[in-house]
Nanobody, 126 residues
Framework: QVQLVESGGGLVQAGGSLRLSCAASGSTLYSYDMGWFRQAPGKEREFVAVIRRSGGNAYYADSVKGRFTISRDNGKNTVYVQMNSLKPEDTAVYYC???????????????????WGQGTQVTVSS
């Protein structure tokens, strides 16, 4: 079983950047596809980005494509998302998630992920 802890959130002005980290313990991440999701107040948790366990493939929500980059360092048991050109609508709690299951297409569904972190708040001011 894997435990996930996010960090790196904070307050940033529109146009700024943040890098979120997700550190894993209890298991190595080599066997897990890793995703980032976010949840804004009053909204459902939505998919942001996902990366294959090998690090070879990634997929992004249209709303963040070209601005966010997901990466991983399996040796450090950590996954990252670099967020550039931030917008006020990116304000949310950001969660990382892990799935050991194999999906031929990288999964964007919350229900496909077995393990979740506690989340980190990102606030983008206008």
């Amino acid at each position: 079983q894997v435990q996930l802890v996010e960090s790196g959130g904070g307050l940033v002005q529109a146009g700024g950047s943040l890098r979120l980290s997700c550190a894993a313990s209890g298991s190595t991440l080599y066997s897990y596809d890793m995703g980032w999701f976010r949840q804004a107040p009053g909204k459902e948790r939505e998919f942001v980005a996902v990366i294959r366990r090998s690090g070879g493939n990634a997929y992004y929500a249209d709303s963040v494509k070209g601005r966010f980059t997901i990466s991983r360092d399996n040796g450090k048991n950590t996954v990252y998302v670099q967020m550039n050109s931030l917008k006020p609508e990116d304000t949310a709690v950001y969660y990382c998630a892990a799935t050991r299951n194999w999906y031929s297409d990288l999964s964007v569904q919350r229900s496909d992920y077995e393990y979740w972190g506690q989340g980190t708040q990102v606030t983008v001011s206008s």
